[in-house]
């Protein structure tokens, strides 16, 4: 089973300011991974998928990186409604169990 | 439109069968490409993927739970449908059913979401 990292578990920064997540996968898995935005009572949001590519209506704001084993998803100037918890995901392996990393929960500094 | 609503209990007692329910409207759950997967987060906890089922039949199941876990697609009514059997307070979590959004035979990240069930389990 690909063991998805992120880091770091919980990240504290001011609106306006940039804020910068990071996943790690035990395997590469290509550019086959997604990012989510999960708030409390809602279902995830799919922000991020094929590593790089904003889903539909997303802002510009969100922006993801990386293949192979490293990846980033980069909010370049936090608004009041990006504090959420943050999870990527990916869809590569064989047979399909599509692991989640464990979250970063993004909180007002 | 497409939507999913999601039907089930919010409470089953240890050992029972908890069956959960996923109704789509705005696309037929036949319809080429079609995937669908379950997910839950137990509290605290992240996400965990469960289960997928494909527009084919075809289904998948998360490694450690393939023996209490079953997916099935009922075309008639357009649903999708999880059962887990032997429950127990360790499963309690809210349970998702989520669409892969796939175009020209590639498959990428959960594009639509039901509203989530929170089923606990107690006695």
């Known amino acids: 089973e690909v063991v998805l990292t992120q880091s770091p578990a919980t990240l504290s920064v001011s609106p306006g300011e940039r804020a910068t997540l990071s996943c790690r996968a035990s395997?590469?898995?290509?550019?086959?991974l997604a990012w989510y935005q999960h708030k409390p009572g809602q279902a995830p949001r799919l922000l991020i998928y094929?590593?790089?590519t904003r889903a539909t209506d997303i802002p510009a704001r969100f922006s993801g990186s990386g293949s192979g084993t490293e990846f980033t998803l980069t909010i370049s100037s936090l608004q009041s409604e990006d504090f959420a918890i943050y999870y990527c995901?990916?869809?590569?392996?064989?047979?399909?169990?599509?692991?989640f990393g464990q979250g970063t929960k993004l909180q007002i500094k | 439109q497409v939507t999913l609503k999601q039907s089930g209990p919010a409470l089953v007692k240890p050992t029972e069968t908890l069956t959960l329910t996923c109704t789509f409207s705005?696309?037929?759950?036949?319809?080429?490409?079609?995937?669908a997967s379950w997910i839950r987060q137990r509290p605290g906890k992240a996400l965990e993927w469960l289960a997928r089922?494909?527009?084919?039949?075809?289904?998948f199941y998360r490694t450690s739970l393939k023996t209490r876990l079953t997916v099935s697609k009922d075309t008639s009514r357009n649903q999708v449908v999880l059962t887990v059997t032997n429950m127990d307070p360790v499963d309690t979590a809210t349970y998702y059913c989520?669409?892969?959004?796939?175009?020209?035979?590639?498959?990428?990240?959960?594009?639509?979401w039901g509203q989530g069930t929170l089923v606990t389990v107690s006695s």
């Open positions: 989520a669409r892969q959004f796939c175009t020209y035979g590639v498959c990428r990240g959960y594009d639509l």
């Open positions: 995901q990916q869809y590569d392996a064989w047979p399909p169990v599509y692991t």
């Open positions: 089922i494909d527009w084919d039949d075809e289904k």
């Open positions: 094929d590593a790089s």
């Open positions: 395997q590469g898995v290509n550019s086959n």
């Open positions: 705005g696309i037929s759950v036949s319809t080429k490409e079609m995937r």
